[in-house]
């Protein structure tokens, strides 16, 4: 399995608090992906990274911050929590036209 | 714009095979086909590139036809193990991915 892992993996926050979920991984891998899951609506891509403090947003990025401040770490923020972003969250590392390997996922519920 | 799947769901018995496609409006770099089982992680089958290529892995293979923009999965002699979402993705060349809503696949003894 590929050295990903995710914190924390369960959150309950209440709506208008800020939340910061964090992404690990020992592969050395330059791409860095986080998404949400939501049923109906498959994954969906938040922002990623294509290298330290290289971002890019991606098809769901309202709401949502991210930083990359070493290889091995990417941060997505929640600046100011609401209901709508209760979700299952996924971050994902891989390599350019290579396939992608996704961490644990973090549960998150905004009350 | 997410790729569209079909179908959205199937009931398989065991020993049966299944057909899983995935269709996109846009040139497509490659397709990716991934499993996800239920409270777990998605975990990927197998990637496609653009030149019409064929791939397969045991019973699980897939095409993609790079004119069409469209990719298949095919599972023969289903298992139970084979049970999950099958989510397919496609990458227009930037390394973002854009994956479908997902087919729900039951195997049933």
């Known amino acids: 399995d590929a050295g990903i892992t995710q914190s924390p993996r369960h959150k309950v926050t209440e709506t208008g608090t800020p939340v910061t979920l964090r992404c690990h991984q020992t592969?050395?891998?330059?791409?860095m992906y986080w998404y949400r899951q939501d049923p109906g609506h498959g994954l969906r891509l938040i922002h990623y990274?294509?290298?330290?403090?290289?971002?890019d947003k991606g098809e769901v990025s309202d709401g949502y911050s991210v930083s990359r401040s070493k290889t091995e770490d990417f941060l997505l923020t929640l600046e100011s929590a609401t209901s709508s972003q209760t979700s299952v969250y996924f971050c994902?590392?891989?390599?350019?036209?290579?396939?992608?390997?996704f961490g644990p996922g973090t549960r998150l519920t905004v009350t | 714009q997410q790729p569209v799947q079909s179908p959205q769901a199937v009931i398989l018995r065991e020993g049966e095979d299944a057909v899983i496609n995935c269709s996109s409006s846009?040139?497509?770099?490659?397709v990716h086909w991934y499993r996800q089982k239920h409270g777990e992680a998605p975990v990927f089958l197998m990637i496609?590139?653009?030149?019409?290529e064929q791939k397969g892995h045991d019973k699980i293979s897939a095409s993609f036809n790079e004119k069409k923009q469209q990719s298949s999965l095919y599972l023969t002699a289903s298992q139970l193990s084979y049970s999950g979402t099958y989510f397919c993705?496609?990458?227009?060349?930037?390394?973002?991915?854009?994956f479908g809503t997902g087919t729900k696949l039951q195997v049933i003894p």
């Open positions: 592969e050395n891998h330059r791409y």
């Open positions: 846009k040139a497509l770099y490659s």
């Open positions: 990274s294509y290298g330290v403090k290289d971002t």
């Open positions: 993705g496609t990458e227009e060349g930037y390394q973002k991915v854009t």
């Open positions: 496609l590139l653009k030149g019409g």
């Open positions: 994902a590392i891989g390599r350019q036209g290579s396939e992608q390997y």
